[in-house]
C-alpha cells in the first residue's frame, strides 16, 4: 500500500484479555518499528525489526509484551493479559533499511484497557 | 545513554507571529540523525526533516528552519509567520545508525487566529 496500516484503529478490551495489533509497512521497508505514546506523552520504543536480524526488543515493557514479525513484512503486537496502564496508541513506523529516510508513521491503534 | 529534552511542553502564539521549538539532545554515539515530526490532531505523525551528525548545516523549507549546533547539541525548530494549521504536537528524535531511537516528549503547539 501507499502508507503504512495498522489495525484496529480503536480497541477497547477488558483487563487481563490477550490482544493483537497488527501492522502492514510499506511494500519495500525492511524497517519495522513499534512504539507507545501514552496520553500527553511522548513515543516510548519498543521493538525494532531490520530485514533478517534478530530484533532489537530492548524497549518491550514487560514479558507481557512480544512482537512478530512474519516474512519480513506483516507484524503482530500482542500483549497478553492486559493492565489498564497498557491503555495508550501504538504507533508502527517503517522506513527502507534505516533511520536514513525517517520514518512513515502509521495512524496507530488506540488501545483503552477497562 | 540517549535523551532528547524539548524543555517546552506547551506554546500558544498568535498567527503570523515566528516561534522555535527547542530541542536538546544527549547521546555517546559519533553518528547519528536527527529528526523532526509534526503530530497534527488526527494524529498521524508526519516527517519533517532528517539531520545527520556531520551536516551541520542550517536548512529552510519554506516558513520552517532548522538550526543544528553541534557545540550546543541542540536542534531547534523554527516556523515564522505561524499559521493556524501548524498547530500540532512537534517531536524531537535522536536516531543513531541502526536501532532503538529516543524521542522527546513533544512541544504542543497552539496556533491562535
Known amino acids: 500500500g501507499a502508507g503504512v496500516s495498522q489495525s484496529p484503529s480503536n480497541k477497547v478490551t477488558e483487563k487481563g484479555k490477550d490482544v493483537e495489533l497488527r501492522c502492514d509497512p510499506i511494500?519495500?521497508?525492511?524497517?519495522l518499528y513499534w512504539y507507545r505514546q501514552s496520553l500527553g506523552q511522548g513515543l516510548e520504543f519498543l521493538i525494532y525489526f531490520q530485514g533478517n536480524s534478530a530484533p532489537d526488543k530492548s524497549g518491550l515493557p514487560s514479558d507481557r509484551f512480544s512482537a512478530e514479525r512474519t516474512g519480513g513484512s506483516v507484524s503482530t503486537l500482542t500483549i497478553q493479559r492486559t493492565q489498564q496502564e497498557d491503555s495508550a496508541v501504538y504507533l508502527c513506523?517503517?522506513?527502507?533499511?534505516?533511520?536514513?529516510?525517517?520514518?512513515?508513521f502509521g495512524s496507530g491503534t488506540r488501545l483503552t484497557v477497562v | 545513554a540517549q535523551k532528547v529534552t524539548q524543555a517546552q511542553t506547551e506554546i500558544s502564539v498568535v498567527e503570523k507571529e515566528d516561534v522555535t521549538l527547542d530541542c536538546v539532545y544527549e547521546?555517546?554515539?559519533?553518528?547519528?540523525?536527527l529528526f523532526w515530526y509534526k503530530q497534527p490532531p488526527s494524529g498521524e505523525l508526519v516527517f519533517l526533516i532528517r539531520?545527520?551528525?556531520?551536516?551541520?548545516q542550517n536548512e529552510i523549507s519554506g516558513r520552517y528552519s532548522w538550526n543544528f549546533q553541534k557545540s550546543t547539541s541542540s536542534f531547534n525548530f523554527t516556523i515564522t509567520a505561524s499559521q493556524v494549521v501548524d498547530s500540532a504536537v512537534y517531536f524531537c528524535a535522536l536516531i543513531p545508525n541502526a536501532g532503538k531511537s529516543t524521542f522527546g516528549d513533544g512541544t504542543t503547539l497552539t496556533v491562535k487566529p
Open positions: 513506523a517503517s522506513s527502507f533499511r534505516g533511520p536514513l529516510r525517517g520514518y512513515t
Open positions: 539531520r545527520n551528525s556531520f551536516d551541520e
Open positions: 547521546t555517546r554515539d559519533t553518528t547519528y540523525y
Open positions: 511494500s519495500g521497508h525492511t524497517a
